[in-house]
């Protein structure tokens, strides 16, 4: 009965390469609306501070959206 619950609790496994290649993607998603927010605002403004302050509210509302997308990224479907 134990060996029968493991196989079923085995889960597939990520290659390096998917991990790698995910990781990025998200990562990407996350630097280049906070960048570009805050060189637009830099430039616009003229203001070194509000333009870090509103590239770190961007960063943060982006971090909050690539939690959501990064859980429905990396789930592998076991059919």
């Given at each position: 009965?134990?060996d029968?619950?493991?196989?079923?609790?085995?889960?597939?496994?990520?290659?390096r390469?998917?991990?790698?290649?995910?990781?990025?993607?998200?990562?990407?998603?996350?630097?280049?609306?906070?960048l570009?927010?805050?060189?637009?605002?830099?430039?616009?403004?003229?203001?070194?501070?509000?333009?870090?302050?509103?590239?770190?509210i961007?960063?943060?509302?982006?971090?909050?959206?690539s939690?959501?997308?990064s859980?429905?990224f990396f789930?592998?479907?076991?059919?």
């Amino acid at each position: 009965m134990a060996d029968s619950l493991s196989d079923e609790k085995k889960s597939i496994k990520l290659t390096r390469a998917e991990i790698f290649l995910k990781g990025t993607i998200i990562a990407l998603f996350l630097i280049i609306p906070s960048l570009s927010m805050f060189f637009l605002a830099w430039i616009f403004l003229d203001n070194l501070l509000q333009a870090i302050i509103i590239g770190g509210i961007v960063h943060f509302i982006a971090m909050g959206f690539s939690l959501k997308i990064s859980k429905k990224f990396f789930i592998i479907n076991q059919d």
